[in-house]
C-alpha cells in the first residue's frame, strides 16, 4: 500500500518526504572523511523542518566544515508545520516563500559551554546575512545553479518525480553527492549507464531495504505500521560518488555452476540467477542477476554488462540476444501480459514463457578454476 501510494504522489507531483535523522547518522558516519573543509549543500531541504541541516548544522566543527547552506523552494506544503525539528519558542519562520541559510561558523553563542541547536537557532534569529530569500528555491533556478556550483557536495533527499533531472544536473556540474532515491531509479535510461561506468555506486542503504519518512499529505500514510504523518517505503536507497570501503568488499561466492540450477534464457545467451547469494564462483559466461546486486557490486570483481528489458541495446548492441521469431512472441504475450520481446525469459517445460523481474547482466572478471 505504501509503495502504491507513493507512485500516486509521484505522479501527482507530491515530494515532500522527509528522512528521519537515524538514517541519516546511519549513512552519513561512512562519509566523514570527505566532509572536511568542504562547502555541503542541501538543496532540497527547508532549514527549519529537514533532519540534513540539523545533522550538519550540530557536527559543523565537528566534521570542520566550511560552509553550509539549505534551500527550499517556494510554496513547501510543510514550511511553517515544523514538521521535524522542535524548535522550542522559536517561531519566526518565514511562510511559503523560498529562501536560503548559509553558516560559515557555528559557535557556543548562549554560553552553555556546548554547540547544539539553540546556538543554531541564535544564528537564524540574530544573523541578517545568513538567511536571504530566493526567486523559487527550486533547484533549476539560475541562483540555485549557482549555489550549486559554490558546493563541494551535496547531501540531501531530492524529489523523487524529479529524480532524473535533478541527477543529471549533478553531473553536468561534475558534484560529488549523496542522495536518496528509489532503487528503480537504476533502471533509468539515464541513470544506468552512469552506474554501468562507476560514476554512480550504491551506498550502504536504508536498515531492512525501507524507510520511513515524514510526510505532511494525508491521503498517502495510510499503512498500519508508523506513525500517521509518516509512510514507509520499500527498495530506498543512497545513490553517491564518493568513495567508501564498502566499494572494496568482495561478494564471498559459494555456489557452484550446474545447468540445471542456472537456466539459459530463451532469448538471450546468458544464465538466470535468482538472488545475490546465488552467483555461481566458477561460471565464465554472463549472467542475468536482479537489480539488487548493486548493493554488493565491487567493480574489481564483477563487470556490469548491460540491463534486460533495453530493446534498443538488445537489438543493436548486444551479441548475445536473440528475439524469438513473431508466432512465438505472440503466443508469449497471451500466456504474460507483462511480457516484451527483450525481457529476459524462461521456457518451462510445458513450453510456457516464464518472465523474470528486472535484471542486470554482469560478468565475474576472476571465476573460480574447478
Given at each position: 500500500?505504501?509503495?502504491?501510494?507513493?507512485?500516486?504522489?509521484?505522479?501527482?507531483?507530491?515530494?515532500?518526504?522527509?528522512?528521519?535523522?537515524?538514517?541519516?547518522?546511519?549513512?552519513?558516519?561512512?562519509?566523514?572523511?570527505?566532509?572536511?573543509?568542504?562547502?555541503?549543500?542541501?538543496?532540497?531541504?527547508?532549514?527549519?523542518?529537514?533532519?540534513?541541516?540539523?545533522?550538519?548544522?550540530?557536527?559543523?566543527?565537528?566534521?570542520?566544515?566550511?560552509?553550509?547552506?539549505?534551500?527550499?523552494?517556494?510554496?513547501?506544503?510543510?514550511?511553517?508545520?515544523?514538521?521535524?525539528?522542535?524548535?522550542?519558542?522559536?517561531?519566526?519562520?518565514?511562510?511559503?516563500?523560498?529562501?536560503?541559510?548559509?553558516?560559515?561558523?557555528?559557535?557556543?553563542?548562549?554560553?552553555?559551554?556546548?554547540?547544539?541547536?539553540?546556538?543554531?537557532?541564535?544564528?537564524?534569529?540574530?544573523?541578517?546575512?545568513?538567511?536571504?530569500?530566493?526567486?523559487?528555491?527550486?533547484?533549476?533556478?539560475?541562483?540555485?545553479?549557482?549555489?550549486?556550483?559554490?558546493?563541494?557536495?551535496?547531501?540531501?533527499?531530492?524529489?523523487?518525480?524529479?529524480?532524473?533531472?535533478?541527477?543529471?544536473?549533478?553531473?553536468?556540474?561534475?558534484?560529488?553527492?549523496?542522495?536518496?532515491?528509489?532503487?528503480?531509479?537504476?533502471?533509468?535510461?539515464?541513470?544506468?549507464?552512469?552506474?554501468?561506468?562507476?560514476?554512480?555506486?550504491?551506498?550502504?542503504?536504508?536498515?531492512?531495504?525501507?524507510?520511513?519518512?515524514?510526510?505532511?499529505?494525508?491521503?498517502?500514510?495510510?499503512?498500519?505500521?508508523?506513525?500517521?504523518?509518516?509512510?514507509?517505503?520499500?527498495?530506498?536507497?543512497?545513490?553517491?560518488?564518493?568513495?567508501?570501503?564498502?566499494?572494496?568488499?568482495?561478494?564471498?561466492?559459494?555456489?557452484?555452476?550446474?545447468?540445471?540450477?542456472?537456466?539459459?534464457?530463451?532469448?538471450?545467451?546468458?544464465?538466470?540467477?535468482?538472488?545475490?547469494?546465488?552467483?555461481?564462483?566458477?561460471?565464465?559466461?554472463?549472467?542475468?542477476?536482479?537489480?539488487?546486486?548493486?548493493?554488493?557490486?565491487?567493480?574489481?570483481?564483477?563487470?556490469?554488462?548491460?540491463?534486460?528489458?533495453?530493446?534498443?541495446w538488445a537489438e543493436k548492441e548486444c551479441s548475445f540476444y536473440?528475439?524469438?521469431?513473431?508466432?512465438?512472441?505472440?503466443?508469449?504475450?497471451?500466456?504474460?501480459?507483462?511480457?516484451?520481446?527483450?525481457?529476459?525469459?524462461?521456457?518451462?517445460?510445458?513450453?510456457?514463457?516464464?518472465?523474470?523481474?528486472?535484471?542486470?547482466?554482469?560478468?565475474?572478471?576472476?571465476?573460480?578454476?574447478?
Amino acid at each position: 500500500m505504501a509503495n502504491k501510494n507513493l507512485h500516486a504522489a509521484k505522479t501527482a507531483k507530491k515530494d515532500e518526504f522527509y528522512t528521519q535523522m537515524s538514517d541519516i547518522e546511519r549513512e552519513l558516519q561512512h562519509y566523514w572523511q570527505h566532509f572536511r573543509g568542504k562547502t555541503i549543500l542541501c538543496n532540497c531541504d527547508d532549514p527549519y523542518e529537514s533532519n540534513f541541516f540539523k545533522y550538519f548544522a550540530l557536527r559543523f566543527n565537528q566534521l570542520g566544515l566550511k560552509k553550509l547552506i539549505c534551500t527550499c523552494y517556494n510554496g513547501s506544503p510543510v514550511q511553517g508545520d515544523e514538521l521535524m525539528i522542535d524548535w522550542g519558542d522559536f517561531t519566526e519562520e518565514p511562510k511559503k516563500i523560498a529562501y536560503k541559510v548559509e553558516i560559515t561558523e557555528v559557535r557556543d553563542m548562549n554560553g552553555d559551554g556546548a554547540v547544539d541547536l539553540s546556538d543554531v537557532q541564535y544564528l537564524l534569529k540574530n544573523d541578517k546575512n545568513v538567511l536571504s530569500i530566493l526567486k523559487t528555491g527550486d533547484f533549476r533556478d539560475p541562483e540555485c545553479i549557482d549555489l550549486l556550483k559554490e558546493a563541494d557536495i551535496v547531501v540531501t533527499n531530492p524529489p523523487f518525480s524529479l529524480f532524473r533531472e535533478y541527477i543529471a544536473q549533478l553531473m553536468e556540474n561534475e558534484k560529488k553527492y549523496l542522495i536518496v532515491g528509489h532503487q528503480n531509479a537504476i533502471t533509468y535510461r539515464e541513470v544506468f549507464p552512469l552506474i554501468k561506468d562507476n560514476k554512480v555506486w550504491l551506498g550502504y542503504g536504508f536498515k531492512g531495504g525501507a524507510a520511513h519518512f515524514f510526510s505532511p499529505y494525508e491521503d498517502i500514510a495510510t499503512a498500519g505500521d508508523h506513525r500517521k504523518d509518516m509512510i514507509r517505503v520499500s527498495g530506498v536507497t543512497w545513490f553517491t560518488n564518493l568513495e567508501i570501503p564498502k566499494r572494496n568488499d568482495e561478494l564471498d561466492l559459494v555456489c557452484h555452476y550446474s545447468p540445471d540450477d542456472y537456466p539459459i534464457y530463451h532469448n538471450y545467451d546468458a544464465i538466470n540467477v535468482n538472488k545475490t547469494s546465488d552467483i555461481p564462483c566458477d561460471y565464465e559466461g554472463i549472467m542475468g542477476v536482479p537489480i539488487t546486486f548493486l548493493d554488493k557490486y565491487n567493480p574489481e570483481q564483477f563487470e556490469i554488462i548491460w540491463r534486460g528489458g533495453d530493446i534498443e541495446w538488445a537489438e543493436k548492441e548486444c551479441s548475445f540476444y536473440t528475439p524469438p521469431i513473431k508466432e512465438q512472441a505472440e503466443r508469449f504475450k497471451k500466456q504474460d501480459r507483462t511480457w516484451r520481446i527483450q525481457n529476459p525469459y524462461l521456457i518451462d517445460k510445458n513450453g510456457n514463457a516464464k518472465v523474470v523481474y528486472q535484471r542486470i547482466f554482469i560478468h565475474n572478471k576472476h571465476p573460480k578454476k574447478i
